[in-house]
T-cell receptor
Framework: AQSVTQLDSQVPVFEEAPVELRCNYS??????LFWYVQYPNQGLQLLLKYLSGSTLVKGINGFEAEFNKSQTSFHLRKPSVHISDTAEYFCAVSPRGSTLGRLYFGRGTQLTVWP | NAGVTQTPKFRVLKTGQSMTLLCAQD?????MYWYRQDPGMGLRLIHY???????AKGEVPDGYNVSRLKKQNFLLGLESAAPSQTSVYFCASSYSRSGTYNEQFFGPGTRLTVL
């Protein structure tokens, strides 16, 4: 079974400040890891993914995430946020070895960037 | 390429009414999925399909039925709508290649309110 915990439901930050959105997961099998972003009244957009290789993954819009296998974490970071980064962010996992690619989502973190 | 499209974008129903949500994809994907998104709950899988004529239950299937008569379309039906089905519904699709992760591509969502 898989579960995903996003440790903060809301993260308020000021513009140009750094931000970290935390994600921990639990799984009985190896997983792929993802971050999705949802801007207000829009669908989901893939921000970045970890499939294999380097544990530091770079995504769109200056975001990056680091996979930590021992801590079963996949935290999302950005060194300097913009007001346009205000959105809801979802962490997700998918079991390896299945062509279905079923996604298990966390409950989301609302990032609000203030001027 | 339109990608994944959903019809309608918005709908208001009265309790007990029925409706069908349509998802269409033009990427020749084998797999299709229906999710619902509720505040503080992330996305949860309702039903999915691994090919034309086949469907399977996801995490929260009760109160919904699905059909995949054509490869490019995946329909989600509510036979007797209840207020608990007020939600945003997302459709997604993916390839079914073995030995690799098959990324899911999401539609823009349908916002359903049941009064």
């Amino acid at each position: 079974a898989q579960s995903v915990t996003q440790l903060d439901s809301q993260v308020p930050v000021f513009e140009e400040a750094p931000v970290e959105l935390r994600c921990n997961y639990s799984s009985s099998v190896s997983v792929y890891l993802f971050w999705y972003v949802q801007y207000p009244n829009q669908g989901l957009q893939l921000l970045l993914k970890y499939l294999s290789g380097s544990t530091l993954v770079k995504g769109i819009n200056g975001f990056e995430a680091e996979f930590n296998k021992s801590q079963t974490s996949f935290h999302l970071r950005k060194p300097s946020v913009h007001i346009s980064d205000t959105a809801e962010y979802f962490c997700a996992v998918s079991p390896r070895g299945s062509t279905l690619g079923r996604l298990y989502f966390g409950r989301g973190t609302q990032l609000t960037v203030w001027p | 390429n339109a990608g994944v499209t959903q019809t309608p974008k918005f709908r208001v129903l009265k309790t007990g009414q029925s409706m069908t949500l349509l998802c269409a994809q033009d990427m020749n994907h084998e797999y299709m999925y229906w999710y619902r998104q509720d505040p503080g709950m992330g996305l949860r899988l309702i039903h999915y399909s691994v090919g034309e004529g086949t469907t399977a239950k996801g995490e929260v299937p009760d109160g919904y039925n699905v059909s995949r008569l054509k490869k490019q379309n995946f329909l989600l039906g509510l036979e007797s709508a209840a207020p608990s089905q007020t939600s945003v519904y997302f459709c997604a699709s993916s390839y079914s290649r073995s030995g690799t992760y098959n990324e899911q591509f999401f539609g823009p969502g349908t916002r359903l309110t049941v009064l």
